[in-house]
């Protein structure tokens, strides 16, 4: 794993999220401080409503905190507009999640170039990164097919490819594995090492303890609040030659 900058890429400092729920108020996140190094993989546990999920929308500039600040590239993102936010999203911040979230109608290469279609990038220009991203995910020889057509762990790669190609300096996985078999998840996690290999800051939400071994380090939240936070030496992901299947 690259050697850590000196300022970390992102920082979180006292983060609370309240929700207004008819007269009751939620603390989703109860003070929590966090610093990511560049090039550091944290899995991010805990039981349903420990809050993870609320953390991972406020490191990604889904949403804002109700207290608290977050650094990203040392830039304070915490109190930015949603015009401001959505930049960040698009030129900093990758994302794949649990369901893939791919458009069917649309081929592979068409649903990797939509966040650059998004970003107003000519057309050439998303179809040359596009095939760059899919080449880098391994999946150079299926640039028109459709998502239907691929098997789960191709179309998690798909998904990678699409949160790789704004070049991204964080990636936020929610999930990542959750819909993949066993050996499919470990092909996801050895793509997620490769990345952290080459600087790529990434950080997954995760129920599975196997999974997280991948990681450097397991971060583990209980009630809004961060109650361990650990360094490993995470274990080596060797994919498979064939890609699995999604689980029945």
């Known amino acids: ?27 989703a996140l109860r003070g929590v401080s966090l610093s990511v190094q560049r090039g550091e993989m944290t899995a991010i546990m805990g039981p349903s409503g420990s809050g993870k999920s609320t953390l991972m929308h406020l490191l990604g500039c889904l949403d804002t905190p109700s207290e608290g600040t977050i ?9 930015l507009s949603e015009t401001e936010l959505a930049l960040v999203r698009n030129r900093r911040v990758g994302f794949v999640f649990q369901q893939f979230n791919l458009l069917p109608r649309i081929n592979v290469l068409e649903n990797v170039s939509t966040p650059l279609l998004y970003a107003g990038v000519p057309a050439r220009q998303r179809r040359e990164r596009a095939t760059e991203a899919l080449e880098r995910v391994g999946l150079a020889d299926r640039l028109r097919h459709r998502p239907t057509e691929l098997s789960g762990g191709q179309r998690q790669r798909v998904a990678v490819a699409r949160a790789l190609v704004t070049n991204p300096v964080i990636i936020l996985a929610d ?17 997620f090492q490769e990345l952290c290999r080459s600087g790529i800051t990434i950080a997954l939400v995760t129920h599975e303890p ?39």
């Open 210 to 248: 196997d999974i997280a071994g991948f990681a450097r380090r397991v971060v583990t939240m209980k009630d809004g609040r961060i109650i361990s936070d650990l360094l490993q030496e995470p274990r080596e992901a060797i994919a498979a030659p064939a890609a699995g299947e999604v689980k029945a």
């Open 175 to 191: 999930e990542p594995t959750g819909n993949l078999d066993s050996a499919t998840s470990v092909e996801i996690m050895a793509l």
């Open 1 to 27: 794993m690259n050697e850590a900058a000196a300022a970390p890429v992102i920082e979180a400092r006292g983060l609370k999220r309240d929700f207004q729920l008819g007269e009751s108020v939620v603390h």
């Open 71 to 79: 650094r990203i590239e040392e830039e304070d993102v915490s109190a």
